[in-house]
């Protein structure tokens, strides 16, 4: 069998995945791009890796690339993604898919047009987790789902992230937080309305027009009587890191930890609380990628993302899995354009609800999976 030929794009946190498609079997990682050249020689030599590329248009002209894996900053993730599928290529995004509507919509619209697959690389629905909680709720032990709460509260006034990220509105990086209520219900948002809150520095405000220190959306569910609350902070609001959910069942109930390594609480009966120790994801995983999903194979623990984000619970290479399998398969990813959209848009259109004082906004016919 022809294996995938990955180009990554992007090496802050893109390079986190450059060992996990050399190690995979399905895969091979023929080339990296990223615009500054000592710095992708760096990465390419300690990878061994041949194609190096500086200028992503001209990797998109390469022929033996089958797929890009994009991990650029957030305002590029959607011209790349159109780029390359015009281009022909496979393509996985980090999150979130886009910042405007539109470029949603045109990445659901590529999608279909090429048949080529899409998937936006979200790994909080991949974390050891939500795989142990959908486990739980599969199994019947949670019961009915009664109410779903996702929080992503981070303070990038911390120095060392790039410049772009500062003043960003909070809910235009809501997917972690959101994706893991929309994933455990299978259904998609269909109305959001949100508060901001508080107000940053001026000097922030400025950049994005954006004044809330924290934002907190509402949403329901498309055929679901569930309904949903996320809260994200970025600035200004002191809080360890924490991306989060707490889902409430009618026989028992999960909470995220408090405190970073204390463990999620788990309710049962009427008053009954025990820690849980949530295990590792290696045994679902291929063996040449199983590693992988364990603390210890982070690349790169100093990079800014792994000290606030604990390594994303070991989600990487369930990824990578899902998207190639996508392709081999022929078939479209778990986290497709039209379910990435769903979880982006959302988020827009909270933002733009907390503008305008709390409005109840409908999502769009194309987010509906
Ligand atoms: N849990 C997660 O899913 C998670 C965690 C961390 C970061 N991210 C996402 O990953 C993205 C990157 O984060 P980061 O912290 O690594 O950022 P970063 O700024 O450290 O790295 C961005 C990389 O993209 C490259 N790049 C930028 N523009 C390019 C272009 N036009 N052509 C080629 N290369 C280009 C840069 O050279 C750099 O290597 C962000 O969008 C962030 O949202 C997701």
């Known amino acids: ?65 089958d797929a890009v894996h994009i991990n650029t900053q957030i305002n590029d993730h959607a011209w790349m993604s159109i780029e390359a599928l015009k281009a022909g290529k496979h393509v996985a995004s980090t999150v979130p898919m886009a910042v405007t509507v539109e470029e949603c919509e045109e990445i659901v619209r590529l999608e279909k047009e090429t048949g080529k697959v ?37 303070n990038m006034s911390l120095p060392g992230w790039p410049e772009y990220w500062y003043g960003l509105p909070p809910m235009y990086y809501a997917t972690h937080a959101l994706g893991p209520l ?13 508060l901001g809150s508080g107000r940053i520095n ?20 498309e055929g679901s009587d569930v309904a949903g609350e996320v809260t994200r902070s970025l600035f200004d609001t002191i809080r360890q ?20 390594d204390e463990g999620p609480a788990f309710f049962t ?3 009954d609380a025990e820690r849980l120790v949530v295990p590792d994801t290696n045994e679902m995983l291929p063996a040449d ?8 194979h982070i690349v790169d623990e100093h990079h800014v993302s792994f000290i606030q984000g604990s390594g994303h619970g070991g989600s990487h290479p369930h990824l990578v899995r899902e998207f190639i399998t996508a392709i081999l398969e022929g078939r ?28 109840i906004i409908e999502m769009p016919a194309f987010t509906q999976f």
């Open 241 to 260: 890191y924490r991306e989060s959910f707490d889902f409430y069942g009618s026989q028992s109930s999960f909470e995220w930890e408090q405190l970073v």
């Open 182 to 194: 929309s994933e455990i219900l299978r259904k998609p948002v269909n109305t959001v309305r949100c």
């Open 118 to 154: 899409y998937m936006m690389m979200e790994t909080s629905v991949y974390t050891r987790e939500f795989l142990y909680f959908k486990k739980l709720y599969d199994e019947g032990k949670i019961g009915r789902l009664q109410f779903l709460r996702g929080s992503h509260q981070q």
């Open 332 to 359: 479209k990813s778990h986290v497709s354009a039209a379910v990435a959209a769903n979880w982006s848009v959302a988020g827009i259109l909270a933002h733009e609800s907390a503008m305008q004082g709390g409005k």
């Open 1 to 65: 069998m022809k294996k995938v030929n990955v180009a990554v794009v992007g090496l802050g946190f893109g390079a986190e995945f450059i060992p996990i498609y050399q190690k995979y079997d399905k895969t091979d990682c023929v080339a990296v791009c990223r615009r500054d050249a000592k710095k992708l020689n760096e990465a390419a030599d300690q990878f061994g890796i041949e194609k190096r590329y500086t200028d992503y248009k001209e990797l998109l002209k390469d022929p033996d690339i």
């Open 269 to 271: 009966g009427y008053e």
């Open 202 to 221: 001026e000097d922030y405000i400025k950049r994005y027009n954006s004044p809330f220190a924290v934002e907190s959306m509402q949403v329901t569910f």
């Open 289 to 296: 990628i199983a590693d992988f999903s364990l603390k210890h």
